[in-house]
């Protein structure tokens, strides 16, 4: 990743979580690969439900509860945790929504996104946000692992999920992509 203050351009925050369909209820959130919280801190400032935000790196899980605390976001838990290897932790069907964003270029995608689909309620969804399939982007991971739409929609609906639509992320993340993950009702 790069720096935090170059990594913020690539995003208007609001508006892709608006666009990609984070309610604004007490419902439990969760964020697979929170990194600097750049999703996190603004989910959790539009809820008063709990919001579980998961990263493997110590050092990024340390800076997000101190950032956390700073803000009065005490509903927001930044848990240090190899979600991959172990799991979130959470019980099956506990949060209403989950986000996966830039991370689906993982060794093993439908792992986590079973995992997701594990913990979502009946009907709730899982928001994925991932660079662009296009070379000409300023970051992202490199083009032999970056997934497609369509690839994300068949690994979706390999994991469980009855359906995926796009959101449209273009005026707020321009190098970026969004679906919408349904779980089964």
Known sequence: MPEEPVWQTFFDVP????ALGLPSSPDPIAEF????????????????GPVYAFDIERELIE?????SATAGLSQLQAIERDFMEAGTGLDDHSVAHAMA?????IEEPLQLLKEALRILR?????????????PTTPRGPPMAIRPRPEQIANW???AGFTSARPAALDACCPYHYGLVLQAPS
Do not use: K
């Not at 508006?15 to 608006?18: H, Q, R, V």
């Not at 800076?63 to 950032?67: D, K």
């Not at 964003?101 to 270029?105: A, K, R, S």
């Open 122 to 134: 009946p009907g709730g969804q899982l928001s994925v946000m991932h660079w662009h399939p296009d």
């Open 15 to 18: 508006a892709a979580l608006t």
């Open 156 to 158: 979706a609906q390999e």
């Open 63 to 67: 800076r997000l509860n101190a950032r």
């Open 33 to 48: 690969g929170c990194g600097y919280g750049t999703f996190t801190l603004p989910a959790a400032r539009r809820t008063q």
């Open 101 to 105: 964003y830039n991370i689906l270029h």
